[in-house]
């Protein structure tokens, strides 16, 4: 299977610090699929972001961003000026076309007051 | 739009007991669905996919038997966990995909999960 590698397990930052969440992804097609999952401590999966791979332009939307890199197979999630509410495990998934979500193993942040 | 319900969000129940969950999705028409199972601190692993008026697709390592899977309309799938036991204990969320063309940013919609717990 084509993984997605989040290599961060957990991080811990002080409120308003900037925060960047990594995910690098195997793929072996040239269409595909990048996302960004927000999964607050009840449960629910909350979409953030799709990027499909031939749309390498940055994103920004409101304090989050993200910065897609072909080369070097990664898609990168920054929270700028982190707020309590940001606390959360965030996923990092990948699909090709009508393919089922591949999900990253999370990122657990934590931002404290 | 796209909202999937998934129903019950806690179960709590001895060994041995059969439990089913049920995701709909409540304004548009799923031609497939997919079961998610989460444990602690780890992360969502598919577990099967389902086409609507077919049999369940499993992944490896997944018991066909032991979580049988019913599509049987468009908008509702069903996970029955057979016989649980504390080991299948975890959180299991359902996804539904909408016919090609609707809601394009979003190739799946999720459930808010089902905490599953066997004593």
Known sequence: ?113 | GAVVSQHPSRVICKSGTSVKIECRSLDFQATTMFWYRQFPKQSLMLMATSNEGSKATYEQGVEKDKFLINHASLTLSTLTVTSAHPEDSSFYICSARARAGLYSNQPQHFGDGTRLSIL
């Open chain 1, 1 to 113: 299977a084509q993984k997605v590698t989040q290599a961060q397990t957990e991080i811990s930052v002080v409120e308003k610090e900037d925060v960047t969440l990594d995910c690098v992804y195997e793929t072996r097609d040239t269409t595909y699929y990048l996302f960004w999952y927000k999964q607050p401590p009840s449960g629910e999966l909350v979409f953030l972001i799709r990027r499909n791979s031939f749309d390498e332009q940055n994103e920004i939307s409101g304090r989050y961003s993200w910065n897609f890199q072909k080369s070097t197979s990664s898609f990168n999630f920054t929270i700028t000026a982190s707020q309590v509410v940001d606390s959360a495990v965030y996923f990092c998934a990948r699909n090709t076309g009508n393919t089922p979500l591949v999900f990253g193993k999370g990122t657990r942040l934590s931002v404290i007051a």
